[in-house]
């Protein structure tokens, strides 16, 4: 029964919802705190932390020999971190590899992978030692400076944090997904970081601009070259949240008889060379990039990859580009400073905070280093006090040693001293007498007391801790420049070519020509081959060939709608000609009641005239048409019944042009306006009907309409129609078209 009644006095009721939401909420703060977020203080997350303890309780040190990593990744589960070896080692591996730190913290030697991707060897093979960049975040740790708690199980002592004698977390980087967010922080100079925080020492209210006088950018272990605009950089710090833009570092070699060759020297950060190198031959394959005709990989220690271009004609830059949007060659380094501060709180922090955040706790290491100091100052005079007691009564001292049952009492009566004074002289060898001379005891006496007031006024002077926090981060910043020769920026701070979208998405495209077929009602595709004879291609039942153009796949398809707009569509996106083809307007947003007037392909230095069934147009240059939307681009103004219903090109020095009427006027190219959007002006004038063709001709060559047949005659005395633009002009000449048409629509099957 009583048993019983045990069980039912821990039995807690409880909904099974409250009961998971506590649960999930303590694993989820778990999460957050113990794996997955750095401390702003040292930049590292609590296996980083306990592994370069580990490795200081071994007396890891840079000048010291190297010793197993299965040692090391031993005391790191038994003492500190309960969780799988394989974990803690590639935690280890990660904080060895250059490419991966921009300041390694540990020196390894063996394998421990390299940047095709390839892994580590076993813990069993490699072995490491500390670096002077860990030693920095460990210095000063056995002088109080931070708080240590027990470990798991309560066997030892661990660091909370360590002193981080130079900014870790933007020096090295840090990322890592938790229950609802994750951090990213890409590496930086730790030189340009040291000289922001004495800037910020000085002017603490300094502005993110100010500082990236200091901090450009990253800078990663990699290099590559950063091509994120100045502004977006300042905005990402200002916020914390962002990304960066980051290329590979190229240069071009010259071959013999005028070919050349990229070489690739910098890859970006944390892509592995062996994939991009795949990547590259993958997009070769499928021909997506047709302007890459062969990639090598000739690195050695150093990367060396070569892209070789198809033609030599081609221009570098816009080689590149087509690389950069389509393989690894350009990624997006994220920024994410989302961290915990002292107290153990997730935020996303600006530059300028994470940098006083470090700086504050530099404050702390100094303020809790002097504290410590002082007591032992304290305790060193209380002991050297004792011991120019005993050398002025050496002999007193060793008559009481020798001779009494309690010397330790007898030292403390006789000569008014106190427990701990009377314990160091007891301490004492024999053979140490002899050198406790006055002098000595005194000199040394003199210097710690000088010291001791030195550290008082440092206690209590902000000035004065600020001052010595300030020497401290210059001999950081030398110590780091002798390790990392001269800690030299990596990546290279430059803009973005400035080869157009356009250039760039064209050069992706194969050239391969094509005849694209629009039917009358409204069907699109594109046969193989250029000049293909329409007549045989088959259409569904009831419709016909309406327009056909022979062009390119890397040409720009453009339309004329007889709602007066112009559309643009690019030849590689044009369904096959297998089958039937595909609704043009499922490509273009066109009304159902509006038709295609005219369609050609794009010359940017062309001249076009478009005229409207009432009679106005103008001149509009083809650059000024071309539509980047679904929606066309308006060019000529229409409404109600009016409908645009000419566009021809303009090759000559006249107009003419005819209406419904079969009246036909002609007057100088230059009477009529040029415009990019509008009604336009008058180009006739009709009494009923409106506007039936319109052309542009040259006058030393005269005139000719072209028949429904192909035939091309030539329109007599043709200058008797001269007048002057917006009048009714004269019934056209015997055997002119019943069509009422100079020529077939533009683009006309």
């Excluded at 398809?557 to 609704?583: H, I, M």
Aim: a negative charge; one cysteine or more.
């Amino acid at each position: 029964m009583s048993q019983t009644s045990d069980i039912d006095n821990r039995i807690v009721e409880e909904s099974f919802d409250e009961a998971l939401s506590s649960r999930y909420l303590a694993y989820s703060l778990s999460t957050i705190t113990q794996r997955a977020l750095p401390d702003l203080r040292d930049g590292l997350k609590p296996v980083h932390r306990r592994i370069l303890y580990a490795m200081r309780e071994l007396k890891l040190r840079p000048e010291t020999g190297f010793k197993k990593c299965a040692r090391v990744v031993g005391d790191v589960i038994g003492r500190f971190h309960p969780h799988g070896d394989q974990a803690v080692y590639d935690a280890m591996v990660r904080l060895s590899q250059a490419f991966s730190q921009r300041y390694p913290l540990v020196d390894g030697q063996g394998n421990f992978g390299n940047i095709d991707g390839d892994g580590a060897a076993a813990m069993r093979y490699t072995e490491a030692r500390l670096t002077h960049a860990a030693e920095l975040l460990l210095v000063r740790i056995d002088e109080n400076t931070v708080d240590f708690r027990q470990t798991f199980s309560g066997d030892d002592d661990e660091p909370v944090v360590l002193p981080a004698g130079f900014p870790n977390l933007l020096a090295n980087g840090t990322s890592g997904i938790a229950v609802g967010m994750a951090t990213a922080v890409p590496p930086h100079n730790a030189s340009e970081l040291i000289a922001a925080c004495l800037h910020l020492i000085k002017h603490p209210n300094a502005s993110i601009s100010s500082l990236m006088k200091h901090i450009p950018g990253p800078d990663f272990p990699t290099g590559g070259v950063l091509v994120e605009d100045a502004a977006k950089i300042e905005e990402s710090y200002e916020t914390g949240r962002g990304g960066f833009r980051l290329r590979a570092k190229w240069q071009i070699e010259t071959l013999s008889h005028g070919q050349w060759q990229i070489l690739v020297s910098e890859i970006p950060y944390m892509v592995q060379k062996s994939r991009l190198i795949e990547r590259l031959a993958t997009l070769i394959e499928t021909k997506k990039l047709p302007l890459l005709a062969d990639v090598r990989d000739e690195s050695a220690e150093e990367v060396r990859v070569i892209l070789e271009p198809k033609t030599k004609t081609i221009d570098p830059e816009l080689f590149m580009e087509s690389l950069f949007r389509l393989s690894d060659l350009e990624v997006r380094i994220p920024l994410n400073l989302n961290v915990l501060d002292k107290d153990g709180r997730p935020a996303v922090r600006s530059l300028r905070e994470a940098l006083l955040g470090w700086l504050d706790h530099q404050r702390e290491v100094l303020l809790r280093s002097s504290k410590w100091r002082l007591e032992k100052i304290e305790r060193r005079l209380d002991t050297l006090a004792g011991y120019l007691i005993a050398f002025l009564n050496l002999d007193e001292v060793i008559r009481i040693i020798r001779e009494e049952d309690h010397p330790k009492t007898q030292l403390m009566t006789s000569f008014s001293l106190n427990e701990a004074q009377a314990e160091a002289i007891l301490n004492m060898r024999l053979r140490s007498l002899r050198k406790l001379e006055e002098m000595e005891i005194r000199v040394e006496d003199q210097k710690l007391r000088e010291e001791q007031s030195e550290l008082e006024e440092l206690l209590k002077s902000d000035e004065q801790q600020w001052k010595k926090i300030t020497a401290d981060l210059r001999a950081v910043k030398k110590l780091l420049a002798d390790a990392d020769d001269n800690d030299a920026r990596r990546t290279l701070i430059s803009e973005a070519p400035l080869a157009s979208t356009e250039d760039v998405l064209e050069a992706l495209v194969v050239k391969e020509p094509i005849t694209v077929v629009l039917s009358e009602r409204g069907w699109i595709r594109a046969l193989k081959g250029k000049n293909v004879d329409v007549s045989g291609v088959k259409f569904k039942e009831g419709d016909r060939a309406a327009f056909a153009v022979s062009a390119d796949t890397t040409d720009k398809l453009v339309l004329f709608a007889s709602n007066g707009k112009f559309y643009t569509l690019g030849c590689d996106k044009l369904p096959g000609g297998r089958g039937q083809g595909e609704p043009i307007r499922l490509m273009i947003d066109m009304e159902e009641h509006h038709v295609t007037i005219a369609m050609f392909i794009a010359d940017p230095n062309r001249k076009l005239l478009v005229a409207s069934s009432a009679g106005y147009g103008f001149v509009v240059r083809e650059k000024n048409v071309m539509a980047m939307t679904k929606g066309g681009k308006q060019v000529l103004n229409v409404s109600g019944s009016v409908e645009a219903c000419v566009c021809t090109p303009v090759k000559g020095d006249h107009v003419a042009v005819i209406g419904e009427n079969r009246k036909v006027l002609i007057y100088p190219l230059d009477e009529l306006n040029e415009m990019n959007r509008g009604k336009g002006t008058k180009l006739q004038s009709y009494k009923d009907g409106g506007l039936a063709d319109a052309i542009v001709f040259d006058g030393d060559e005269g005139l000719f309409w072209t028949s429904s047949s192909g035939r091309r005659t030539a329109y007599q005395d043709w200058k008797l129609w001269l007048g002057k633009r917006a009048q009714a002009g004269r019934i056209a000449q015997r055997g002119f078209p019943v069509s009422t048409r100079f020529s077939e629509p533009f683009g006309r099957a």
